[in-house]
């Protein structure tokens, strides 16, 4: 398998996947060596002369102004890794905290840093060696950076902690000696370069993304498949009106819905048997639209955190220089991961209301009620739109931003905070949510597509029917519901569905 060659500048989302749940193996640049190599002789130069010099010749936080004999650098570094390994919660996913190591790695090899090479590759070897720390999801203010969980990750590095490897989690010190690995005896700067940064909060934020991404042409699959249930009609999809409003995502849903409806002989036109649809069809591309046009934004603004330095002091070698500063602080992503928790929450909260719009009788244009044949023995779908209901109203709890809160710290000394990694934490439980609302609302699709006897469905949309009926047949009579939308949700998560689709029609992202 292709290596993944890391300098610190041209990381993408789509890597970090690729590390994370791939286990692509991980390379350092020879550019990348030699500039962490030239930080390293600054900082032992520093400690020599016993210059002050913030984090590598004194205290951290309130205890700035204290300095520390060079005799007492290395117990300095190791004490606050131990000291802010102070995680609660459950633990993150092994995808999580393998993406974490990638993403502190990656920002370390800028060599802006300070950190040793040898400690740099030994954190590498874990990585590739599936060494993953045991790194607990609560804990974090998102400044400065994310201390507690990165403490957790360098935690096992010093051969303290606890880890997993091949999915037994036992102490920090076995996991190095199983995987061969010697644990690291930390000098000046060093633990400061491991968690000072924004990390925890970008690996969560990395794979939702990821998700997002691929959720948000999903969506567009599911409104197609409902159009056919509900004869929906294809005129406010017609790409002349949304050119005149040409916001990007907008006219990407209109254009993937035509593809995935094209040929369909289902698709009504406007006057022939209603003049407009309600605003949950009628309104699809506008409102996907804006979800993708979040997603872009967030995107950007991930690409280039993950690709920056966080850390403080960041050191400027060839200027001998070492400036404390606040990289650290998360707010930038923190806010987009807020808008990204809102986006999806929308996106849930529209395929909600067309699962609504099938099973009920007043609105479904001559469907059955609840989707069932036999009404009043059967619940049919009724409790599948319930679930859903549920799940929107949570998402909209979850989607109040977590970085307008603020709470000061370190005896006020960092007095404003992020809460970055909650907002990434939020908008990861919600796009889970997501993916079970759209799953609901292509189950209730299919079925009603079933009610409706027909012959042939859209290029698209026959695909993806036919995925769907692979794992999940037309429900005859009450069933016991959860085990349907879970597979379904599973062919959503693991982009089985979407790629089915996507062997026909190559569908547009944001």
Do not use: W
Not at 89 to 102: I, N
Not at 180 to 192: D, F, Q, R, S
Not at 296 to 304: C, F, Q
């Amino acid at each position: 398998m292709e290596n993944i060659t890391i300098d610190g500048h041209h990381l993408t989302i789509d890597e970090v996947k690729r590390v994370a749940r791939d286990h692509v193996r991980v390379v350092l640049s020879e550019k990348a060596k030699i500039q962490i190599q030239k930080a390293e002789e600054m900082v032992k130069r520093y400690v020599d002369e016993q210059r002050v010099s913030y984090g590598i010749t004194t205290g951290f936080g309130k205890f700035s102004d204290t300095l520390i004999s060079k005799e007492d650098t290395s117990l300095l570094q190791r004490n606050l890794i131990m000291s802010h390994a102070c995680g609660v919660g459950e633990a993150f996913s092994e995808e999580v905290v393998r993406a974490m190591m990638l993403l502190r790695l990656n920002s370390l090899a800028q060599g802006h840093s300070g950190l040793r090479l040898s400690t740099f590759l030994t954190l590498m070897e874990m990585l590739n060696k599936d060494v993953y720390p045991l790194v607990y999801e609560k804990g974090s203010l998102g400044a400065s950076g994310d201390l507690c969980p990165l403490a957790h990750m360098s935690l096992v590095l010093i051969g303290e902690g606890e880890a997993f490897v091949d999915g037994m989690k036992v102490s920090g010190k076995e996991a190095m000696e199983k995987a061969g690995i010697l644990p690291v005896e930390l000098t000046a700067k060093e633990g400061l370069a491991l968690i000072n940064g924004t990390q925890a909060m970008c690996a969560v934020g990395c794979l939702c993304v990821y998700d997002a991404l691929s959720l948000s042409k999903l969506s567009d699959v599911a409104i197609s498949l409902t159009m056919e249930a509900l004869k929906g009609i294809k005129d406010a999809f017609d790409l002349r009106l949304h050119e005149v409003r040409p916001h990007h995502g907008q006219i990407s849903t209109a254009k993937n819905v035509l593809a995935l409806l094209s040929d369909s002989p289902n698709i009504t036109r406007q006057g022939e048997q209603r003049v407009q649809d309600s605003y949950t069809l009628r309104c699809t591309p506008q409102v996907h639209g804006a979800v993708k046009d979040a997603l872009r934004h967030v995107k950007e603004k991930l690409e280039i955190e993950i690709n920056s330095v966080t850390d403080n002091p960041i050191l400027f070698v060839d200027e001998d220089d070492a400036i404390s500063g606040g990289n650290f602080h998360g707010e930038s992503v923190a806010m987009a991961f807020d808008y990204l928790g809102i986006a999806l929450s929308e996106l849930g909260n529209i395929s909600e209301r067309r699962l609504e719009k099938m099973v009920n009788p007043a609105l479904n244009h001559g469907l059955p009620a609840f989707l069932c044949e036999k009404g009043g023995l059967n619940s049919g779908f009724m409790i599948v739109q319930y679930s859903a209901a549920a799940l929107v109203s949570e998402n909209k709890v979850l989607s109040h931003p977590a970085s307008v809160d603020s709470i000061p710290s370190s005896a006020n000394q960092e007095d404003h905070v992020s809460m970055g990694t909650i907002a990434a934490r939020k908008a990861k439980t919600i796009l889970t949510h997501v993916q079970e609302i759209l799953a609901m609302e292509i189950m209730a699709a299919c079925q009603a597509i079933d009610l409706r006897n027909y012959e042939t469905l859209g290029k698209g949309t026959q695909v993806a029917y036919r995925c769907v009926r692979e794992y999940v047949n037309k429900i005859e009579e009450d069933q016991i519901m959860y085990v349907h939308i879970h597979k379904i949700e599973k062919l959503i998560q693991d982009e089985t569905l979407l790629n089915c689709v996507e062997k026909i029609i190559d569908l547009e992202e944001i």
